[in-house]
């Protein structure tokens, strides 16, 4: 496609529900990214990866977070058990490649609201 | 960890009117980025700085970095109700070149016709 995609753009779950929420990047770009904002505050950085691999995975919140990206595509990022602090609008950017992060293109992000 | 602070929190203007937006950071800037969200658009690259002193413009947008400060500040110039949004700046946390960006909180613009 013509940009980064997320699906879905909002979600609403129960407290204790896992949710997987993805991301289609740009044809061809390498690096992935995840980012969270939650409101009133700045976007945290989550996770990236290279090709298929997460080499830093530091930035997740907690275990219940999770994420992988297959054939150097899709990626979904996982969280288990969730929890009314994990809304927020989770924000997936992609770039040609990682040491351009910050010229990265974003997807509308998921609204995703725990109840 | 580096910490970005922008201000102000939110600004209104009349349109036609000047307005600036500062970004800045509690530790050494490699590089400043700034962002335009429209909500329902996701985030969109506006520039990037990186040299001290250095300047860019986008329309009738135009940034510049001063390093010694460790801030940015983004002017717009006679505004226009689709520059309204929130602006984020974005800054390297690690090296030029890092995978990782910290961001600013944003700053809200409303332009009144």
């Known amino acids: 496609g013509a940009g980064v995609s997320q699906s879905p753009s909002n979600k609403v779950t129960e407290k204790g529900k896992d949710v997987e929420l993805r991301c289609d990047p740009i044809s061809g770009h390498t690096a992935l990214y995840w980012y969270r904002q939650r409101l009133g505050q700045g976007l945290e950085f989550l996770i990236y990866?290279?090709?298929?691999?997460?080499?830093?995975k530091s930035g997740l919140p907690s275990d219940r977070f999770s994420a992988e990206r297959t054939g150097e595509s899709v990626s979904t990022l996982t969280i288990q058990r969730t929890q009314q602090e994990d809304s927020a609008v989770y924000l997936c950017?992609?770039?040609?490649?990682?040491?351009?992060?910050?010229?990265?293109?974003f997807g509308q992000g998921t609204r995703l609201t725990v109840v | 960890s580096q910490e970005l602070e922008q201000s102000p929190q939110s600004l209104i203007v009349q349109e036609g009117k000047n307005l600036t937006i500062n970004c800045t950071s509690s530790?050494?800037?490699?590089?400043l980025y700034w962002y335009k969200q429209k909500y329902g658009e996701g985030l969109i690259f506006l520039m990037m700085?990186?040299?001290?002193?250095e300047e860019k413009s986008h329309e009738k947008i135009t940034a510049k970095l001063d390093e010694k400060k460790q801030q940015s500040s983004l002017h717009i110039t006679a505004s226009q109700p689709s520059h309204a949004g929130i602006y984020l700046c974005?800054?390297?946390?690690?090296?030029?070149?890092?995978?990782?960006?910290?961001f600013g909180k944003g700053t809200k613009l409303s332009v009144i016709p």
């Open positions: 974005g800054a390297d946390s690690s090296g030029a070149g890092s995978y990782q960006l910290t």
């Open positions: 990866f290279q090709g298929n691999s997460a080499p830093d």
């Open positions: 530790k050494t800037l490699y590089g």
């Open positions: 950017a992609s770039s040609l490649w990682a040491g351009i992060s910050g010229e990265a293109f």
């Open positions: 700085l990186q040299k001290g002193g």
